[in-house]
């Protein structure tokens, strides 16, 4: 059993009530009466499927099922795309039959896009346009679907919810079943089989990726017409897929996950605690990506986030082996390291990064400590915090956002970026004006202590200005 420590306030509690829950197990249970290959929910001794866990955040609800044991079907091999396909028009064709009403949600425009752009809204106050863009296109996005599609059955009706290769396992015998149907509503059933198109490298958009996944997606419709023929309009419809998923888990992650900012890991040897930040270009980063070992380590990946990397790195890190030494053994058995970015930061401060070949250019490559006693000394960059802290009186233990917003100041002035490091050194002086004045007094004093560029960007601050 591993022991891993996911962060807290990631999963998502309160999504769905005790009565869709119940909804989910019966709808299950009734495509296994109709023979659909499914993960089966299994009673408890009390002839009961739900199980009330008293977490400290509320009550939470567990359901234990088969375990499905196989491989994860491939879209690049055209016969598993076409078998996905076929599956996934027996699984609507049935839901058509099935006539039991179902407490679940719509997976309509208001819960795809609507929803989504007001939870996304307070996390983009300070870019306007940038909100305006998804706002626009959110808008047109609708008048697109209302204009191709209607709300009746066949084209809408009982749907999966989330459609993707990772739900679903072969059996050796070469039988397809789904499982993680969590996501599952009334919905359109273009949508519901366009996340499968979309879910392969959806990050991808060069045209070597497009012609794949057209490739597979032809082999994925022809499986699925088998079953129950798509019409022009729903093949028009499964095309918008890719942004209406994009701000679906956009509006997801800002709703029932914290916000992550940061780009690196802070040690506090001090305090003897570490931790670990995340920056994204996409907001559907979710809960797999941060994982913590309390006296152990802190272990991310991300790109294509595999949770591989921490139950074998805290393994790992227990035998003594080094961040390097690990992401050097794992790296070298994963046949996906390609795609995959990696770091990890051990109890004794010790860092080390991995990014694949195949990562986009926007991941970056960087790896260093923001603060501890591994940061490299550069004489003609700036200080490190414990440098930083000396010079000015040390920051309270208590304000580890303080620490951290100074870090990465400094980290982005390391990097070039003196206009949002700028920002940040603002932001933290005018709240604290003890801090600041300090730094001056200090930099007129023992310029040494600084480099020309802080020196320079201290001295430039307004003593009344607010943010």
Known sequence: MWDVVRRPGDIMHGRHSRRELEAEVGF???????????????????????????????TRYAVLFDAIAGDEPQETNLNHSRSFGQLAGRLHNCADRLARKYDRWHLDDRYLIEEPLNHIRPYLQHRESDFEYLSALGGELMAKLHGLISRQSPEYGLCHGDLHTGNARFDENGRLTLFDFDSCGYGWRAIDIGVYHVSYDWLDLSEKTRREKARFWEAFVEG?????????????????????????????????????????????????????AMQTHNFAACNGVIWVQPGVGVIASQAESDPFYAFAGFDMIRLGKTPAQILDSLTRCDPDARHNQVAIIDAQGNVAAYTGENCIEEAGHHEELL????????????????????????????DSRLQYQCSYALTLLQKGNRAEALSIFRSVFAANPTYREAVKRVARAEPDKFSPQLIEMVLSLRVNYVP
């Open 28 to 58: 299950l249970n009734d495509l296994l009466d109709q023979d659909i290959p499914v993960a089966a929910p299994i009673a408890n001794n009390a002839a009961a499927y739900l199980n009330e866990i008293d977490a400290p955040e509320g």
């Open 224 to 276: 699925y017409n088998t079953e129950r023929p798509l019409s022009s309009n729903e093949l028009a419809v499964a095309q918008l897929c890719l942004p209406i998923r994009h701000l679906e888990l956009m509006g997801l992650t800002m709703r029932y996950w914290s916000p992550q900012i940061g780009s690196s890991w802070i040690n506090d040897p001090e305090r003897r605690q570490i931790g670990g």
């Open 371 to 398: 603060y501890g006693p591994n940061l490299p000394d550069d004489q003609t960059m700036a200080l490190s915090l414990a440098q930083f802290q000396e010079a000015i009186g040390r920051i309270p233990n208590e």
